[in-house]
Protein backbone atom coordinates (compact mmCIF):
# COMPACT_ATOMS: atom_id res chain seq x y z
CA UNK A 1 0.00 0.00 0.00
CA UNK A 2 1.14 3.51 -0.81
CA UNK A 3 0.72 4.40 2.63
CA UNK A 4 2.73 0.43 4.08
CA UNK A 5 -0.92 -0.08 6.19
CA UNK A 6 -2.15 -3.46 6.64
CA UNK A 7 -4.29 -4.99 4.32
CA UNK A 8 -6.64 -8.25 3.65
CA UNK A 9 -6.62 -10.55 1.21
CA UNK A 10 -9.33 -13.27 0.29
CA UNK A 11 -8.50 -16.68 1.37
CA UNK A 12 -9.32 -20.43 2.19
CA UNK A 13 -8.97 -22.51 5.01
CA UNK A 14 -9.85 -25.91 6.34
CA UNK A 15 -9.01 -28.56 8.34
CA UNK A 16 -9.64 -32.24 6.84
CA UNK A 17 -8.20 -35.27 7.67
CA UNK A 18 -5.42 -37.15 5.92
CA UNK A 19 -5.60 -41.05 4.97
CA UNK A 20 -4.69 -42.03 8.90
CA UNK A 21 -6.76 -39.86 10.58
CA UNK A 22 -4.82 -36.89 11.21
CA UNK A 23 -6.25 -33.07 10.67
CA UNK A 24 -4.49 -31.45 8.05
CA UNK A 25 -4.54 -27.70 7.82
CA UNK A 26 -4.71 -26.37 4.11
CA UNK A 27 -4.95 -22.65 3.15
CA UNK A 28 -4.90 -21.09 -0.16
CA UNK A 29 -4.69 -17.74 -1.44
CA UNK A 30 -7.87 -16.60 -3.92
CA UNK A 31 -6.23 -15.07 -6.97
CA UNK A 32 -7.74 -12.54 -9.45
CA UNK A 33 -6.16 -10.85 -12.78
CA UNK A 34 -3.27 -8.55 -12.14
CA UNK A 35 -3.68 -4.57 -11.74
CA UNK A 36 -1.76 -2.42 -14.13
CA UNK A 37 1.07 -1.75 -11.71
CA UNK A 38 1.25 -5.75 -11.02
CA UNK A 39 0.81 -6.85 -14.33
CA UNK A 40 4.58 -5.64 -15.67
CA UNK A 41 5.73 -8.93 -13.15
CA UNK A 42 2.82 -11.22 -13.27
CA UNK A 43 -0.74 -12.05 -14.48
CA UNK A 44 -2.34 -12.62 -11.57
CA UNK A 45 -2.34 -11.21 -7.98
CA UNK A 46 -3.91 -12.30 -5.02
CA UNK A 47 -7.56 -10.67 -4.16
CA UNK A 48 -6.47 -7.44 -1.84
CA UNK A 49 -9.83 -6.66 0.11
CA UNK A 50 -11.35 -3.14 1.21
CA UNK A 51 -11.94 -2.81 5.18
CA UNK A 52 -15.63 -3.07 4.05
CA UNK A 53 -14.89 -6.15 1.35
CA UNK A 54 -13.30 -7.85 4.48
CA UNK A 55 -16.54 -8.02 6.41
CA UNK A 56 -18.15 -9.30 3.62
CA UNK A 57 -15.61 -12.22 2.85
CA UNK A 58 -15.63 -13.44 6.58
CA UNK A 59 -19.39 -13.53 7.11
CA UNK A 60 -20.39 -16.84 7.51
CA UNK A 61 -23.66 -16.12 6.47
CA UNK A 62 -22.72 -15.74 3.20
CA UNK A 63 -21.88 -18.42 0.85
CA UNK A 64 -22.92 -17.32 -2.38
CA UNK A 65 -19.87 -16.88 -4.57
CA UNK A 66 -22.10 -14.83 -6.99
CA UNK A 67 -22.54 -12.36 -3.94
CA UNK A 68 -18.92 -12.60 -3.28
CA UNK A 69 -17.83 -12.51 -6.82
CA UNK A 70 -17.57 -8.74 -7.33
CA UNK A 71 -15.14 -8.21 -4.27
CA UNK A 72 -12.48 -10.15 -5.96
CA UNK A 73 -11.46 -7.93 -8.33
CA UNK A 74 -7.90 -6.42 -8.43
CA UNK A 75 -7.15 -4.26 -6.22
CA UNK A 76 -6.41 -0.21 -7.09
CA UNK A 77 -2.87 0.34 -8.70
CA UNK A 78 -2.98 3.92 -7.49
CA UNK A 79 -3.60 2.76 -4.04
CA UNK A 80 -0.17 0.62 -4.35
CA UNK A 81 3.63 0.97 -4.80
CA UNK A 82 6.33 -1.20 -6.24
CA UNK A 83 10.17 -1.23 -4.92
CA UNK A 84 12.75 -3.44 -5.41
CA UNK A 85 14.02 -5.64 -2.70
CA UNK A 86 16.38 -8.27 -2.20
CA UNK A 87 16.56 -11.33 -4.00
CA UNK A 88 16.52 -13.47 -0.48
CA UNK A 89 12.50 -13.17 -1.18
CA UNK A 90 12.66 -15.73 -3.51
CA UNK A 91 13.78 -18.41 -0.95
CA UNK A 92 10.87 -19.41 1.72
CA UNK A 93 13.66 -20.67 4.08
CA UNK A 94 14.08 -16.69 4.79
CA UNK A 95 11.55 -15.34 7.16
CA UNK A 96 12.92 -12.00 7.89
CA UNK A 97 11.82 -8.01 7.27
CA UNK A 98 15.22 -7.76 5.08
CA UNK A 99 13.01 -10.33 2.68
CA UNK A 100 11.16 -6.54 2.19
CA UNK A 101 13.22 -4.05 3.01
CA UNK A 102 13.71 -1.66 -0.28
CA UNK A 103 16.77 -1.73 -2.05
CA UNK A 104 17.61 0.44 -4.69
CA UNK A 105 18.54 -0.25 -8.16
CA UNK A 106 22.53 -0.96 -7.22
CA UNK A 107 21.37 -3.18 -4.75
CA UNK A 108 21.58 -1.14 -1.36
CA UNK A 109 19.15 -1.07 1.42
CA UNK A 110 17.40 2.73 1.39
CA UNK A 111 17.69 3.86 4.62
CA UNK A 112 14.16 4.09 6.26
Not at 36 to 49: H, K, Q, T, V, Y
Not at 51 to 57: A, M, S, V
Request: one cysteine or more.
Amino acid sequence: MNNRSMFGVAGLYEIWRDTRGEPLRTCSLVMTDANPLISEFESRMPAILSPQDITRWLDEETNDLETLNPILRPYSADEMQVYPVTPMINDNRNDSAECIREMDLKGSWVKP
